[in-house]
Nanobody, 126 residues
Framework: QVQLVESGGGSVQAGGSLRLSCAAYGYTFSYWSMGWFRQAPGKEREGVAAIYPGGGSTDYADSVKGRFTISQDNAKNTLYLQMSSLKPEDTAMYYC???????????????????WGQGTQVTVSS
């Protein structure tokens, strides 16, 4: 059974940093594309970053380019999102997601991903 478990969220002041982790269980981690999404109250879920099998290729939303870094450790079956220079507008629930390749679509589309974690809250104060 596929399971994704996020951790690492919290409260931080603007300009600070956080590292989110997503532990994956129940499948061969390195075979699937992975993504980070976020959803603020009253807003749609948006793609933040994605990483592809092999770990060498990534994509980022324009709003986080140069501030966030997605990475993975295949030995630990864990996905990361290093967030720096955080802004109040980064406040949201952050989710990791796994794409086994069954659905089409762009990396930023939630519909492309079949499995989701429960989310971890990130709050950035000014």
């Amino acid at each position: 059974q596929v399971q994704l478990v996020e951790s690492g969220g919290g409260s931080v002041q603007a300009g600070g940093s956080l590292r989110l982790s997503c532990a994956a269980y129940g499948y061969t981690f390195s075979y699937w594309s992975m993504g980070w999404f976020r959803q603020a109250p009253g807003k749609e879920r948006e793609g933040v970053a994605a990483i592809y099998p092999g770990g060498g290729s990534t994509d980022y939303a324009d709003s986080v380019k140069g501030r966030f870094t997605i990475s993975q450790d295949n030995a630990k079956n864990t996905l990361y999102l290093q967030m720096s220079s955080l802004k109040p507008e980064d406040t949201a629930m952050y989710y990791c997601a796994a794409d086994p390749g069954q659905y089409g679509g762009s990396w930023w589309s939630p519909f492309k991903y079949k499995y989701w974690g429960q989310g971890t809250q990130v709050t950035v104060s000014s």
